[in-house]
């Protein structure tokens, strides 16, 4: 337990215990009957009533002792820290499409498609690893998009449900068609504008959330050619919303390994890479943002160490103390409640008051 005083200077007044006990050693002798010998009376003993009045000066000096200390006024400060964070939305747009099968990334030394090493550098960005802090203040969302744009992932502080859900993500099969294939970048911009919106709405019906900025980390290994809203109208309308858009370009230059079906079982053939670089800058450009190429596992985990050094969390930090007055309030120690010194006080005076006037009374 900490204990603090608020004007210990008061417990110089304790010295006011010595006149007590120095006036009951010299005290005055008092009327007496003239008895002849006293000696069969001394043989008697003290009794009970003559011990107990050494329980006077005690009394006295409890009370005078414990007001003196309540007139210091001991304190048992309650530290209550408030954390205010200004925080940052955050909405990662993952491509899904086809072309991510390329095993042109390595985890641990062993060839990865595209989107094996994107979840793992996401974990981390979101999570925090070695060189990353993770974003705990952050509302994180995710976004997947092949042909069509989908919201995997509201904005949520529950991050461990968003890396669930980018575990559960798959690159789009065979099985779902050449309907579902494609890269629809402008879309999935447009649902990440809607969703920021969104957030803006709730935000107006709550004032105590707090969001320092609004950004979009848009991943992709192609280029755009399906969906309604072209690149660059996607990209004005998140401007017009002050939303900043970090593009990252996924994939090695020139060819890259993909993996194909043939009569002798599934075999990696060197396939040309085309990333749509000059529409991922101006998409960057016109929101604020940036573009990255990222060619290995390594290249995308130093953008996204940038792209979190530079998007920082401000967490302001108050730190509050409430002082208990032991005078007046209870003083807890674990499981046992000790009443306040001042009813002690009174009781003591109260006591000494009564035996003096009843069972210690002096006559004469």
Known sequence: MTLTWRDPWMLCLLVLIVPIWWRWLRRAPHAAVRFSSITWLRAQGGSLRVLARLLLPLLRTLSVGLLVVCLARPQQPNQETRVLSEGIAIQMLVDRSSSMLAMDFRIEGEPVDRLEAVKKVVRE??????????????????????????SKCPLT?????????????????????????????????????????????????????????????????????????????????????????????????????????????????QVPVTIDEETLRQIADVTGGQYWRATDTDSLREIYAEIDAREKTETEEKRYFQYAELATERLQLGWITLPALLPIVAALLALEVLLMNTWLRKVP
């Open 125 to 150: 960005f979101v999570l925090g690893s070695d060189d990353l802090d993770g974003r705990p203040d952050d509302l994180v969302g995710m976004i997947t998009f092949a042909g069509y744009a989908d």
């Open 157 to 269: 502080l529950d991050k461990a449900f968003l890396v669930e859900t980018l575990d559960q993500t798959e690159i789009v099969s065979a099985k779902e068609g050449r309907e579902e294939d494609g890269t629809a970048i402008g879309d999935a911009i447009a649902l990440a504008v809607e969703r920021m919106r969104d957030l803006d709405r709730r935000r107006s019906e709550n004032s105590a959330a707090r969001i320092k900025a609004k950004i979009v980390i848009l991943l992709t290994d192609g280029e755009n050619n399906r969906g309604d809203f072209s690149p660059q109208q996607a990209a004005e309308l998140a401007a017009k919303y002050d939303i900043k858009i970090y593009t990252v370009g996924a994939g090695t230059t020139g060819m890259a390994p993909m993996p194909m079906n043939t009569a002798f079982g599934r075999v990696l053939r």
